[in-house]
T-cell receptor, first 114, second 109 residues
Framework: NAGVTQTPKFQVLKTGQSMTLQCAQD?????MYWYRQDPGMGLRLIYY???????DKGEVPNGYNVSRLNKREFSLRLESAAPSQTSVYFC?????????????FGSGTQLSVL | LAKTTQPISMDSYEGQEVNITCSHN???????ITWYQQFPSQGPRFIIQ???TKVTNEVASLFIPADRKSSTLSLPRVSLSDTAVYYC??????????FGQGTELSVKP
């Protein structure tokens, strides 16, 4: 009963490198989300996917791309990493994506861009 | 989308009741109010949700006045393990669930 699984847990990149953060959920949820959290700050929504095959921008989408590969998986890609993208990234899912549902979060990916 | 405002930080002592108030002045008719708790190095986890009046579960109570422009999370008899950041959300229209800055609660012995 894994819930939301994120990989990797830690990553160090050099400026300009690219990488993909993986997220998978096993709860048959329709909606999935990517948030970033900077030190001492709240979570900011990067992208979300209301259902399989759809994605939409959140508050801070610049510098990121996403893919909703199937119902289970939602990946976040940094094409050319910048130091400003150093953050902790959280993936979350919910059953239908309405505001009266619980969000279930993964344990996060700590990313450092040098 | 309702924007929420909470105190940045609060201090308490073990055994006390803690009340954290969230303001959401432009909450829409269909919006629910949801609270999450986050420990360091972990993702947030759901605590409680309500629409109006009072909701209670095994962890907390949530009080929502008739005008629904604010809500209060009540944690009875806090312990050191309740030290965390607490987020209030009020949002509908699936997807854009926007978190505020949260309230950092520090419980002291």
């Amino acid at each position: 009963n894994a819930g939301v699984t994120q990989t990797p847990k830690f990553q160090v990149l050099k400026t300009g490198q690219s990488m993909t953060l993986q997220c998978a959920q096993d709860m048959n949820h329709n909606s999935m989300y990517w948030y970033r959290q900077d030190p001492g700050m709240g979570l900011r929504l990067i992208y979300y996917s209301a259902s399989e095959g759809t994605t939409d921008k959140g508050e801070v989408p610049n510098g990121y791309n996403v893919s909703r590969l199937n119902k289970r998986e939602f990946s976040l890609r940094l094409e050319s990493a910048a130091p400003s993208q150093t953050s902790v990234y959280f993936c979350a899912s919910s059953l239908r994506g309405s505001g009266n549902e619980k969000l279930f979060f993964g344990s996060g990916t700590q990313l450092s861009v040098l | 989308l309702a924007k929420t405002t909470q105190p940045i930080s609060m201090d308490s002592y073990e055994g006390q009741e803690v009340n954290i108030t969230c303001s959401h002045n432009n909450i829409a008719t269909n919006d629910y109010i949801t609270w999450y708790q986050q420990f360091p190095s972990q993702g947030p986890r759901f605590i409680i949700q309500g629409y109006k009046t009072k909701v209670t579960n095994e962890v907390a109570s949530l009080f929502i006045p008739a005008d629904r422009k604010s809500s209060t999370l009540s944690l009875p008899r806090v312990s050191l393990s309740d030290t965390a950041v607490y987020y209030c959300l009020a949002a509908l229209r699936g997807g854009k669930l926007i978190f505020g800055q949260g309230t950092e609660l520090s419980v002291k012995p």
